[in-house]
C-alpha cells in the first residue's frame, strides 16, 4: 500500500471545501466531517444520521473495537443538521445510490479523493488522508502529541507523528537548511 498524505495547506482545504458544497452535498458532509473529526473511513462510512443529531459521535471503532465519544465541531454541526434534516434515524450518512439505504463503498470514498487529488494537485492520497489531515492540522493547533496518540488509539507517539507526517516535515526542514 501506497503511503498517503494529510493535506497540510489549509486554504487548498478551504477550496476542497467550497468545490464540494456545490458539486454534491454527500461528498462535502464526508470531506468536513472527516478532517475534524479523525475517524477511519470505515467508520465515517457507517455513521447513520441517528449518530450525529445529538452533536457528538458514539461508536464501537471497528478495527479495535474500542468505544469511542468524539464531540463534534460546531460548524461541522452546524452543517450535519442542515444535511440531515430530511433524514430518518437509520439513513446513512453517505448513502450509496446502489440499493436501498446502503452506504457508499470505501471504493467510492477513494474515488473522491483521487478526483480531488486530481483537481487540486495533491501529493499522494487516499481514504487515510481525512483522518491524516485530522491529525496534522490537530497536531499544528495544539501540539500535544499525547491527547492525538489517544485519539487515534496508537500505541506511541512516534507513531502518531510519523502517521501524521509531522516528522517527515521537520526532516524536510533539516535538510534544507543544512550545508556541508
Known sequence: MNA??????????????????????????????????????????????????????????????????????????????IYIINMEDDDYLFPSRKGINKPIRRETAYKILKEIQQKFKLGATGTHTLRK?????????????????????????KETLIYIGIQQDELDKMMSKFNL
Open 4 to 81: 498517503v498524505e494529510p493535506i497540510r495547506d489549509r486554504d487548498t482545504i478551504t477550496e476542497i471545501k467550497r468545490y464540494l458544497l456545490v458539486k454534491n452535498q454527500r461528498d462535502y458532509i464526508l470531506f468536513f466531517l472527516g478532517i475534524n473529526v479523525g475517524l477511519r473511513i470505515s467508520d465515517l462510512l457507517r455513521l447513520k444520521s441517528k449518530d450525529v443529531r445529538l452533536g457528538k459521535i458514539t461508536l464501537r471503532e471497528k478495527k479495535t473495537g474500542k468505544s469511542k465519544v468524539i464531540l463534534i465541531p460546531k460548524d461541522v454541526k452546524k452543517a450535519l443538521m
Open 133 to 157: 489531515t485530522f491529525g496534522y492540522h490537530f497536531y499544528k493547533q495544539f501540539n500535544d502529541v499525547v491527547a492525538l496518540q489517544k485519539i487515534f488509539n496508537h500505541r506511541d507517539q
